[in-house]
């Protein structure tokens, strides 16, 4: 029932801008704190961004402070990741998460997160 489904993926060369939106349903969304992660082949799944479920916080890794932002509107149940400066390490599967609001600490752990979409495809070419 809860589903997460990500759109706006795509290729693009190394300097463009790509905005990725996430649309929730079957949850409250306002109360899951919701983040992006990133996985490549044969690497680990790395946190991208996050946005608690407040609205008032959000948190970025270091790779992408400054590129990245992570926003949220609650009259649509959406989630948007405004991608910008885009580099070729930044070639990866991005999904979107939700995390519960009774989940302490800062959002940058995966298996915190209770539910997830099955991603999209972000290719960047130099």
């Known amino acids: 029932q809860v589903q997460l489904v990500e759109s706006g993926g795509g290729l693009v060369q190394a300097g463009d801008s790509l905005r990725l939106s996430c649309a929730a349903s079957?949850?409250?969304?306002?109360?899951?704190?919701m983040g992006w992660f990133r996985q490549a082949p044969g690497k680990e799944r790395e946190f991208v961004a996050a946005?608690?479920?407040?609205?008032?916080?959000?948190y970025y890794a270091d790779s992408v402070k400054g590129r990245f932002t992570i926003a949220r509107d609650s009259a649509k149940n959406t989630v948007s990741l405004q991608m910008n400066s885009l580099k070729p390490e930044d070639t990866a599967v991005y999904s979107c998460?939700?995390?519960?609001?009774?989940?302490?600490?800062?959002?940058?752990?995966?298996?915190?997160?209770?539910?997830w979409g099955t991603g999209t495809q972000v290719t960047v070419s130099s």
């Open positions: 946005i608690w479920w407040s609205g008032f916080s959000t």
């Open positions: 998460a939700a995390r519960a609001k009774y989940y302490s600490g800062h959002p940058y752990t995966s298996r915190e997160y209770n539910y």
């Open positions: 079957g949850l409250s969304f306002s109360s899951y704190t």
